[in-house]
């Protein structure tokens, strides 16, 4: 039987998913977000959530002390004039801590997103130290109090030591007890997300907020999916190189653009670290879908086709609108792959675009419905 306390969080909690699924494509365009994230936690404000509160009867009535007049108002006069206080009830905000595990669920079941099935039958195995036993022999930082209490105390007692009007243990070497351990092998399905972004002068702040926040989400729906995610950054201009994920949010260039770069360093970092039969491999691409020549469009045509779509569950190229770019390149691939070159369980390759924060909503449910 559940506690009342309980049975009342539960609804609560019931209460703030449904705030959640009802506003959910403004909270996918919300950048305080990323900001409030902690360790597996998300602060969400919940507007019009009422809260339970205290509530006073009316205690003007009654024998007071003092001096007054009957009739006579108690306290302070309202105010008046240009500063005078407000007379309409205010709205209240609520801030709920809430798990991204959680947030990840919701996300899934308002786009109706199918959980991903790990390509592949074979799993990396991690291995990692179980406590399973007490044996007499260990370090002092693995020392059991509690059995070495006991095992003072029955020695004490087997020797008619004990008082138990002046209970004093006092346990001895040979009383000492120790944690025990063994090794255990767990195995897990890993995945490597490689995030690829396009920083020519034409990707402006505008746009790179839009990348930020759409791969925040981007990896929150895979962390739900995996156990072990590791994730790569790439930058290109005309030129490519792997960044951390602060420097991949904040650089800016004023260069051409060549997406091939991108592609090429992306295929080198996927064949030497990412055995497609041990991961799997989520490419996504952003950018304006501006580019320098059509030699390059079908340079990464080639790419794509021979080597990322072969070695990745799926590539998803992302195209953000700017004033500046061409916008053209999400044409190329559509042209060059009108089906999203499917497998056996749908297309590899999945192309959106991405107006403003709005689109964040669609981009997600076109990315991930195929439950790759």
């Known amino acids: 039987m559940l506690s009342r306390i309980e049975q009342d969080h539960q609804r609560f909690r019931q209460i703030v998913r449904g705030k959640i699924r009802k506003d959910l494509r403004r909270f996918l365009s919300k950048d305080e977000l990323i900001g409030k994230e902690g360790d597996r936690y998300v602060s969400i404000p919940v507007h019009d959530l009422d809260t339970p509160t205290f509530r006073y009867g009316d205690n003007s009535a009654g024998v007071g002390m003092g001096e007054g007049e009957e009739g006579e108002g108690i306290g302070q006069a309202g105010g008046s004039g240009d500063n005078a206080g407000g007379e309409e009830e205010g709205k209240h905000i609520t801030e709920v801590d809430i798990s991204l595990e959680d947030l990840a669920d919701i996300i899934a079941e308002e786009l109706q997103l199918p959980r991903i099935k790990p390509r592949g039958h074979h799993k990396i195995t991690t291995k990692r130290d179980k406590f399973t036993g007490i044996r007499p022999t260990g370090p002092a930082s693995l020392r059991h109090f509690k059995r070495t209490y006991r095992e003072a105390l029955k ?218």
Request: proline share 4%.
């Open 155 to 372: 020695r004490q007692l087997a020797l008619g030591a004990y008082n138990p009007d002046d209970p004093v243990i006092i346990p001895i070497k040979r009383d000492l007890r120790f944690r025990s351990w063994n090794e255990v092998k767990k195995p897990q399905s890993n995945a490597a997300i490689v995030y690829m972004m396009d920083v020519s002068g034409s990707m402006g702040d505008q746009q790179k907020e839009l990348v930020r926040l759409t791969a925040f989400w981007i990896d929150t729906w895979l962390r739900r999916n995996y156990e072990g995610i590791e994730s790569r950054y790439i930058v290109h201009d005309v030129r490519a190189g792997e960044v951390d994920k602060k420097v991949f949010f904040s650089m800016r260039e004023d260069g051409g653009t060549r997406i091939s770069s991108a592609y090429q360093l992306c295929k080198e970092m996927v064949e030497s670290d990412y055995d497609p039969n041990d991961w799997n491999v989520y490419l996504f691409h952003f950018s304006d879908g501006d580019n320098s020549s059509e030699a390059d469009n079908r340079r990464c045509v080639e790419l794509i086709g021979e080597h990322m779509l072969p070695n990745s569950n799926m590539f998803g190229y992302c195209q953000v609108t700017s004033a500046y770019g061409s916008g053209n390149f999400i044409n190329v691939l559509a042209d060059a792959f009108p089906d999203g070159a499917p497998d056996d369980e749908g297309p590899q390759l999945i192309s959106t675009r991405i107006d403003d924060k709005n689109g964040i909503y669609d981009a997600m449910r076109a990315l991930f419905k195929q439950g790759r």
